[in-house]
């Protein structure tokens, strides 16, 4: 036990090497293994052109998506009940249903959300189209999982694989929601990043253009996947630097050379990770125009604040209640810093930053293990004799802990396995002991 605590610690101060202080992901070589698929995709063009939903459903042969019918889909969810209702996005209203033999004979009876395209919304058929089309073919594991869809006279319809947890969106900024604790922010990166990689990683690349906290969606373990396909463009073939198209997408998140000249490149994408990265460290919102005028845009306001620690800490999300490893805040800064470079080529490779972000989710996960304060026979004579030794003396000794705790975050000086453990969890062993004790002397005097 004591070697595989000695082993974890110098693990723990290998990976925090001053020489290592901040990542450069500049210079990193990916070690992500994402391999070129066999897989021909089709890209949107090839099939945009599909006049017919049979047509389509031919183009799309071999992608196991089922077509249904606006009936079954009346049926999966009750005829969109109101108490169906998930959420609306730019695409339209969004309805949990549930599909098994009775909707299609054969079909896997499972939970499914329900997308409606809005008639008279901002989206339309091109957008529904681009969504079968990518999602159609591209299967990840951070990636939603698109089961079928509907295309009757008007209508467009998307049946996707039900995400039990909602948005990051929500969890980050509704009201009601629990705060999402630092490894469960991690784990949702390194899973958001995984999927963008795969996307610039295949052959023909997909630039996503809406990496954004409400497209992010996580499954009842909080696994990230990202959904909404419908501005996903195919990137550029050849000796193409860049693909020239009109500028759409949300703002707040949008990169700038991207804003200005309409030139989307796969760095598009890593900067509007940089702005989700710094949502998830802030728990601000990219633009929130409640805030006073300079701290209204997030990465005007925050970027200055990534590089040094002492500033970072005074912008960390205040409901983690201080509850995070300051230098892994530090390194996920860094990777966010980068990512938001003025300059499209600083900016780094998502393989890289997956390379960099895994580590530090499985650094903190050796943080998060529970350890076992055993206490001997030993232990509990020398505490009593303590106790009878100071009682007169306790009083300042409480004073001392007290204004401790009330800086929220309580070092106890005691040695485990040859290091200090820094205790930031009032709920430890060791606080309870120390209520113990206070107690104890409370009924002493009062004896």
């Known amino acids: 036990m004591v070697k595989t605590s000695q082993k974890r610690s110098m693990i723990i101060t290998c990976c925090f090497s001053k020489q290592e202080e901040e990542i450069n992901l500049k210079t990193a070589k990916p070690k992500l293994g994402i391999t070129k698929s066999s897989f021909r995709r089709l890209s949107f063009s090839d099939i945009s052109n599909s006049t017919s939903p049979e047509d389509l459903s031919l183009s799309l042969v071999g992608s196991n998506l089922y077509v249904f019918t606006l009936h079954e889909l009346k ?4 005829s969109f009940s109101t108490a169906n209702f998930l959420g609306e996005g730019g695409f339209g209203p969004v309805f949990k249903g549930f599909v098994d033999e009775k909707v299609r004979p054969g079909l896997k009876a499972q939970t499914v959300a329900v997308k409606v395209l809005d008639l008279d919304g901002a989206q339309g058929h091109k957008e529904w189209l681009a969504e079968v089309i990518f999602l159609g073919q591209l299967r990840h594991p951070h990636l939603v999982k698109l089961i079928g869809y509907c295309c009757e006279d008007e209508q467009r319809l998307l049946v996707y694989e039900f995400m039990a947890k909602g948005s990051l969106e929500n969890h980050l900024f509704k009201r009601f929601f629990v705060s999402l604790p630092w490894a469960t922010r991690l784990k949702i990166a390194v899973g958001a990043a995984k999927g963008l990689a795969f996307l610039h990683e295949t052959e023909k690349p997909v630039i996503y253009r809406d990496f954004k906290a409400s497209n992010i969606l996580l499954d009842s373990e909080y696994k990230a996947k990202l959904s909404d396909f419908g501005l996903a463009k195919d990137g550029p073939e050849g000796d193409e630097t860049h693909v020239s198209t009109r500028v759409m997408g949300t703002q707040g998140y949008a990169a700038p050379e991207y804003i200005m000249t309409g030139h989307l490149t796969t760095k598009s994408d890593v900067y509007s990770f940089g702005v989700v990265l710094m949502e998830l460290l802030t728990g601000r919102k990219s633009t929130d125009k409640t805030r006073p005028a300079k701290e209204q845009n997030l990465v005007e ?15 960390m999300d205040p409901s983690m209640d201080g509850q995070y490893s300051t230098r892994i805040a530090m390194k996920v800064a860094s990777i966010a810093y980068q990512c938001l470079s003025q300059s499209p080529k600083s900016r780094p490779q998502m393989s890289a930053i997956v390379d960099a972000l895994e580590p530090l989710e499985k650094l903190e996960d050796i943080n998060n293990e529970p350890f076992v304060y055993t206490i001997t026979s030993t232990t509990i004579t020398n505490n009593n004799n303590n106790n009878n030794n100071n009682n007169n003396n306790n009083n300042n000794s409480w004073n001392e802990l007290d204004d401790k705790e009330d800086g929220n975050e309580v070092r106890f000086n005691q040695q485990y396995n040859g290091h200090i453990h820094k205790l930031r969890s009032p709920k430890t062993p060791s606080f ?5 004790r206070r107690n104890s002397q409370k009924n002493h005097q009062s004896g």
């Open 301 to 315: 306001f925050g970027r200055p604040y990534l590089k040094d620690e002492r500033k970072l800490t005074r912008i």
């Open 75 to 78: 049926l999966a969810t009750q």
């Open 432 to 436: 309870f002991y120390g209520l113990e």
